[in-house]
């Protein structure tokens, strides 16, 4: 339903789609209707939170493609989605906006069944390229020649191999393809590597530019030399290029025409640009400059990491507003994490950190303030970051490879071929475990216990709260820990607001008995045993004597505990945070047909099917696992075995 909350400017109130932009509005005009689409986005993101600072940064750009293309027919492919807001607004869905990233609400990154505008559903990085040369060819098989195919990526997306995979292949098809490169020197954090160093020398080539806009504008004078007149100004430029910019033909190398680079915040030169590069064929690249925020001061000039995702603000002052808590609050996972592993390297002259471009995301950062020559930020390069983890474990570093669990997928052959064959002592920390909240599907991190648990070397665990985070991370760095070792957590706040407790090393391979019980065993993995326990307890009240295991590891699992368990208890609930198909409760199945067994297992936890967006409590209870569905459960088991007892005394 439409909030009158939000209410659209004198232009863009007119505009439903994007054929409403072309029809009704001059070049001239589309200056003011970025400024109202960006005035749109603030009033909206500063009320209901969602990423900020990317869509604000190609305001200009996103009004500049759907006037000069015909979407949806053409078609526009965006990498990530962070910076998609104004397109989900200048198509169709304004009015709805304010429900972007709620449950049951828009999505906060394109996705093809939300709408035809959104060509192909993204979250990860570095897809944009690919997809849209797939579109390209399958549409010139069609004989669509017409047709156009626009890949929007950032300068942090263009670093993943992905990216240089799809413009190789893209150089060879010579199909109907622009990229759009939006340079804003940001991810979420700075971006990092050589390829920054490379746009900026292209960025900052005063000579290089003035003699490529000159060359550019020749085109438009030579017409009078006939067919060969755009060959003849290519060799020129190209010469050109090759003496004035040592490495400027890094793109035209793997055969894309390159322009640029422009101010990506003038939006009639862009679109003048945009109208010539529409004419001409084959493989192209318009390099676009933006700056993250643009157009609300406080973002512009604040830390656009800050800004990236700020929550909830006052709109007039730039203030971040932000509850605070009368009594101390348990600390982020990912935050027990970054202050744990600079204490750990304090005493161990070995242990170095890694991560993808998350060095703020997983708290590395603190690392890197602290020993900057000892954590790297590999860029958006899953791949890379886990066999450079590998390379250094071979020279005898114990390297803590921190990398959100869904996009650990992106790097799933490197711990099979790099790591787990080779049996290095790679450390897996695994942020974003479990359901992911608001960012959705392409973010739960449901599939890591049924993939890493299946591959030979591993050690795979997860803590139920930040004293065994900190105890696992210790034992994973012991010199007598040789086995590489995964270790899960969730995105969100643990449950200790005293949460620095000393080091404890763990046995590999030992759960624990958290709660004694008479009717049933509730055995949890990870964080969401602390919903088990709560249940437990709960249970109580209700009649049923609940015990609760906290097994600790999934790999290798603790068979002495599991003896306990189905030696005493008929009924056993398993409970995780994670995809049901081959996970954790699969795991204790296998360990009761292996051993001869025959309780009744009941495994809850996500379930065999894509999960949308939501808070993490309302995705917990969506699937079927927060404390009142174990408790459900567990009274649904005790009370049929009851009523079986019941019948076979009666007979």
């Known amino acids: 339903m439409p909030d009158p909350t939000f209410k659209a400017g004198e232009y863009l109130s007119q505009i439903t789609y994007p054929k409403d932009l072309r029809e009704k509005f001059s070049t001239e005009q589309l200056p003011q209707v970025c400024d109202e689409l960006r005035d749109f986005i603030i009033d909206v993101v500063s009320q209901k939170g969602g990423h900020f600072g990317a869509s604000l940064g190609v305001v200009e750009m996103t009004v500049a493609l759907h006037y000069v293309f015909d979407t949806p027919y053409d078609q526009l492919v965006w990498d990530v989605g962070h910076q998609a807001y104004g397109h989900k607004i200048l198509t169709g869905r304004r009015e709805v906006f304010h429900t972007n990233r709620k449950y049951k609400g828009l999505s906060g990154f394109p996705k093809i069944k939300e709408s035809e505008y959104d060509t192909f559903g ?21 004989g669509q020649l017409d047709r156009h195919h626009v890949a929007v990526i950032g300068d942090g997306a263009m670093t993943a191999g992905l990216a240089f995979e799809g413009l190789n292949h893209a150089g060879v098809e010579n199909s109907n393809l622009l990229v759009v490169l939006n340079d804003n020197c940001m991810s979420i954090d700075p971006n990092v590597g050589a390829l920054k160093e490379y746009l900026t020398d292209i960025t900052t080539s005063h000579t290089y530019n003035r003699v490529k806009d000159e060359v550019w504008h020749l085109l438009g004078k030579m017409s009078r030399f006939g067919p060969n007149a755009r060959e003849i100004v290519q060799k020129v430029e190209n010469s050109i290029k090759s003496s004035l910019l040592q490495h400027s033909n890094l793109f035209e190398s793997l ?70 808590p009368k009594s101390p609050q348990p600390p982020k996972y990912q935050d027990v994490f970054g202050h ?20 703020s995301g997983s708290s590395l950062n603190i690392m890197m303030e602290a020993m900057p020559d000892r954590a790297f930020d590999v860029g958006i390069a899953e791949q890379h970051a886990v066999t450079f983890s590998a390379g250094l474990a071979t020279q005898g570093m114990r390297p803590f490879c921190n990398i959100y669990s869904s996009f650990m997928q992106r790097a799933y052959d490197q711990v099979v071929h790099d790591v787990a064959i080779q049996e290095l002592p790679v450390i897996f920390c695994l942020d974003r475990a479990g359901v992911a909240g608001a ?74 008995r958290v709660k004694s019980g008479d009717d049933l065993a509730i055995l949890s993995i990870g964080h969401i045993g ?21 097994l600790r590891f999934v ?19 398993t409970v995780e945070d994670g995809c049901i198909q081959g996970g954790f409760g699969s795991a204790v199945l296998e360990f009761m047909s292996d051993h001869g067994y025959a309780s009744q297992v009941v495994r809850l936890g996500i379930p065999d099917r894509v999960v949308e967006h939501g808070s993490q409590p309302q995705l917990y209870a969506e699937c079927g696992y927060d404390k009142e569905a174990i408790k459900a459960e567990a009274i649904r088991l005790t009370s049929a075995s009851h009523r079986s007892k019941s019948n076979i005394s009666a007979s």
């Not at 004419?279 to 406080?298: E, F, R, V």
């Not at 995964?486 to 005293?498: A, K, N, T």
């Not at 790999?555 to 002495?560: F, H, I, N, S, W």
């Open 439 to 512: 960012d959705g599907p392409t973010h739960h991190g449901a599939y890591d216990i049924a993939y890493m648990r299946c591959v030979p070397n591993l050690v795979v665990s997860a803590p139920m709260n930040e004293e065994e985070l900190r105890n696992l991370m210790y034992t994973s760095q012991l010199e007598e820990t040789s086995e590489p070792f995964v270790i899960r957590y969730p995105r969100g706040q643990g449950v200790m607001p005293e949460w620095k407790t000393p080091f404890r090393k763990v046995k590999i391979g030992t759960g624990r």
């Open 555 to 573: 790999k290798p699992l603790d068979e002495v505990l599991l003896h306990e368990v189905f030696g005493k208890f008929n009924h056993v609930i």
């Open 530 to 550: 602390n919903e088990a326990l709560a249940a437990a307890e709960e249970l109580d009240k209700d009649g049923v004597s609940a015990a609760h295991y906290d």
């Open 122 to 142: 993204v979250g990860h990085s570095s897809t944009s390229i690919s997809a849209a040369l797939g579109m390209a060819v399958a549409n010139r098989s069609r």
């Open 255 to 324: 055969n894309f025409r390159y322009f640029g680079p422009i101010d990506g915040h003038d939006v009639v030169h862009m679109a003048k640009v945009m109208e010539d590069l529409r004419d001409i064929p084959g493989p192209k690249i318009l390099h676009c400059i933006t700056k993250k925020g643009k157009g609300y001061k406080p973002a512009e000039e604040g830390s656009a990491t800050k800004w990236h995702a700020p929550g909830i603000f006052n709109k007039d002052t730039g203030e971040i507003i932000k509850v605070t």
């Open 340 to 359: 744990t592993i600079v204490e750990l390297a304090e005493k161990n002259e070995k242990i170095v950190g890694v991560t993808p471009a998350m060095p």
